[in-house]
């Protein structure tokens, strides 16, 4: 079974009022993540990580299906309102004066391999002013629709975008973003909320992960001592990432999110930009 990261939930969580709450999770490659909030009190109840082993990866589905059965909150509770985010390497987002409807397929086609049990999925983001498109091996996404039943799925670069978005337009400024999570790197930079560059990225040491880092700034013609870095996901300042990083990029900052939920002390020595992926998805 997968390695816990982190398993927590506050004593005021109730099973008897999962029907008033809001579960939103993460899952895709590597990782299974997911919250649990009150909505009505914007509170934070639940926090759970995991990360999956390469013999589980190559079994997902009943992977999958094992994690949930092992998860009290998870195996007989039905949630208010289940999100779920999915995770990919294979997405591209279109503008909207390029994009014609029905050729999704074409245009991933265009970056990547596509297979016969691959599923295609699109979305349009107003804030990005064009399509956000994705493939996955169809039989991981079914296996987590099937087994929670979620109101809506997203693929997790559409609420990261959006509000990375939100943010450099509010401030009027360029910035790079990174969100992290198992050994994959989603980088993208803003500038007055135009997004100017983004790609993901699989990395197996952190010079890897600062060479991609990089990448990003020079493609923008920024320099890493002028332009601010915002991280989210699992990375904190003591680990040997944030170092590295630090070296190169004069001003680090943690993502925060707009309205952030209240913590009760169970949750609340947790840094919330480790789940602000999450959050983005409400």
């Known amino acids: 079974m997968a390695v816990s990261n982190y398993h927590l939930t506050a004593a005021a969580f109730k099973p008897e009022s999962a029907h008033k709450y809001e579960l939103s999770i993460l899952t895709g490659m590597d990782s299974f993540a997911y919250v649990i909030r009150d909505r009505s009190r914007n509170e934070l109840l639940a926090y759970s ?14 992977s999958f299906n094992r994690l949930v059965q092992a998860d009290d909150k998870l195996r007989a509770l039905r949630y208010g309102s289940c999100i779920l985010g999915w995770e990919s390497e294979r997405l591209t987002v279109v503008p909207d004066e390029l ?9 991933l086609e265009h970056l990547t391999v ?10 349009r983001f107003n804030e990005l002013e064009g399509h956000l498109l994705f493939a996955s091996p169809k039989d991981r996404i079914e296996a987590v629709e099937r087994r929670l039943h979620p109101l809506r799925t997203h693929h ?3 609420g ?30 803003q500038q007055n909320g135009k997004l100017l560059f983004f790609n993901t990225f699989t990395y197996a040491s952190s010079q890897d992960a600062l060479y991609f880092l ?11 001592a002028r332009v601010p870095l915002y991280l989210c996901g ?9 170092r590295q990083f630090y070296r190169y990029i004069e001003d680090l900052r943690f993502c925060e999110y707009g309205a952030p939920p209240a913590t009760p002390p ?8 480790l789940y602000f992926e999450l959050l983005c998805l409400g």
């Open 266 to 273: 169970e949750l609340a020595s947790l840094p919330s930009h």
């Open 234 to 242: 699992e990375i904190t300042d003591h680990s040997e990432l944030y």
């Open 114 to 123: 596509l297979g016969l049990n691959d599923a295609v999925r699109e979305e």
């Open 49 to 62: 990580s995991l990360t999956l082993s390469p013999a589980e990866l190559a079994a997902w589905p009943e």
């Open 214 to 224: 990089l990448l990003a700034y020079q493609q923008c013609g920024w320099s890493p």
């Open 156 to 158: 997790v670069a559409g």
């Open 99 to 107: 994009y014609q409807p029905g050729q999704a397929s074409k245009y």
């Open 160 to 189: 990261l975008l959006t509000a990375w978005s939100l943010r450099s337009q509010r401030l009027g400024h360029q910035s790079v973003s990174v969100a992290l999570r198992g050994n994959k790197l989603f980088v993208a930079a």
